[in-house]
């Protein structure tokens, strides 16, 4: 007769199967796969903005992945299928484990389509489209794209909401961001450094931001990577990396790219981080993204971006965001949907929370990479102590009260018809 199993038994499985997972993904690093190296860039600048860039199926062909895809989605089908053999069809941690292996395959799957079709239809997959409603009858991310334009554009037409001069060093960014993520974290927990060898301004490890080491800065900017790379990215990642059973929290598959990007934008608006440049910035990309998928080439992508006032190199660089992975003609890579989307899925989450006085399910949005989806077993699973709560917490989601009143007036107002506002405002506005 076999010995029944101890809840020690229980952790020890689902702490090993979820550290299989995290050992599979480690070779899948998606952006490095579907990256245009510099050449393309200097035979786009060569021709001054009018040929496509030189990238097809044989371009990345000539790039081939740093790993084995066929060997690693057995691998994940292999993860899979023990889950259900160790833990049940039904189990709640093993169906999130499930469903991360899956994820999984399908990133592999998109990264061997690159440069067909197919790379942008498991995108969309994985991501999302610009095309897709939030709820049935509500409008799509490409109707929000255009309606923040729309209000962007009014801003800017008043000309006296100028950005403030970039007038701070890669240095001076690297202090000031390091004495503030000090005073959340502790005082060696996050590292802040210069760096080279980076594309954006900044980017975010598992306890560290790198900053460009040629990039200018002012307070505003400053402000906005201490909440988005410090306290949400690296954040999640180290209270991801604090679990001691459920590991897998730590690694983030791309249905968690939504709940980390959403949060990353709405901490920069409840912090007061964000700035009209910077939400059309955003706005850019899904509007490009929805370009993309319409049927616009590159170079209509390339000239939207002129149209808004970008230099030629901005300009290229922001639309090979949308094409990487694919070719000038594809379908677009939608990743960067996910800043948007993400925000207005959180916003939702959060203030139906607080309209059925689910408080506690706020902060559990922290405990590692999370997937929305996901939120109700995550409460279940800390409470059975598989899952620890998030150590390190944002202020803002700390103390929930200011949060939760503002969450409450904005639940009212939502009831408000803005048109009949607008109206009877007329004569005062």
Request: charged share 25%.
């Amino acid at each position: 007769m076999s010995r029944r199993k101890t809840p020690d038994d229980y952790h020890s499985t689902i702490r090993a199967l979820s550290d299989r997972i995290v050992e599979a993904q480690t070779p899948i690093r998606v952006l490095d796969a579907i990256k245009w190296d510099d050449s393309i860039r200097q035979g786009f600048i060569k021709a001054k903005g009018k040929q496509m860039p030189a990238v097809d199926r044989s371009y990345y062909d000539s790039r081939p992945l740093s790993f084995d895809s066929t060997a690693k989605k057995l691998e994940f089908q292999n993860i899979e299928r023990d889950i259900t053999r160790q833990l049940g069809q039904f189990n709640p941690v093993g169906q999130i484990m499930r469903r991360m292996c899956k994820e999984y395959r399908m990133v592999i799957r998109m990264l061997e389509a690159r440069g067909t079709a197919d790379f942008g239809l498991i995108s969309q997959e994985l991501y999302g489209a610009a095309s897709d409603a939030f709820h049935a009858g509500d409008p799509t991310l490409a109707d929000l794209g255009l309606m923040l334009s729309d209000y962007l554009n009014n801003i800017a037409a008043r000309g006296d909401l100028e950005d403030e001069a970039k007038n701070l060093t890669a240095k001076d960014a690297v202090a000031i961001l390091q004495e503030r993520l000090a005073a959340v974290f502790g005082d060696d927990t996050i590292r802040v450094f210069e760096s080279d060898g980076i594309v954006a301004d900044a980017a975010a490890g598992a306890d560290y931001i790198k900053v460009r080491a040629d990039a200018l800065f002012n307070q505003r900017d400053v402000r906005a990577l201490e909440v988005h790379e410090g306290m949400v990215h690296v954040g999640t990642t180290l209270n991801g990396l604090n679990q001691p059973i459920c590991t897998f929290l730590a690694k983030g598959p791309p249905s968690s790219t939504v709940t980390q990007e959403g949060l990353a934008i709405l901490m920069e608006v409840i912090a007061f981080a964000s700035y009209p440049t910077r939400l059309r910035k955003l706005t850019n990309r899904t509007r490009a993204i929805h370009m993309a998928e319409e049927g616009a080439d590159f170079l209509q992508v390339y000239e939207f971006y002129r149209e808004q006032g970008f230099s030629l190199e901005e300009s290229y660089g922001n639309a090979s965001r949308a094409f990487r992975g694919s070719t000038p003609t594809g379908l677009p890579f939608t990743k960067d949907l996910s800043y948007l989307k993400g925000f207005i899925l959180i916003y939702n989450y959060i203030q139906l929370a607080v309209r059925k006085g689910k408080l506690e399910q706020i902060p559990l949005l922290f405990c590692g990479k999370t997937t929305l989806e996901d939120m109700r077993t995550l409460r279940q699973l800390v409470d059975e102590g598989l899952v620890a709560p998030p150590k390190y917490l944002p202020p803002q989601f700390r103390d929930l009260n200011a949060l939760s009143a503002w969450m409450c007036f904005s639940n009212f107002l939502n009831h408000l018809s803005l048109d009949r506002i607008e109206a009877d405002y007329a004569n005062i506005l």
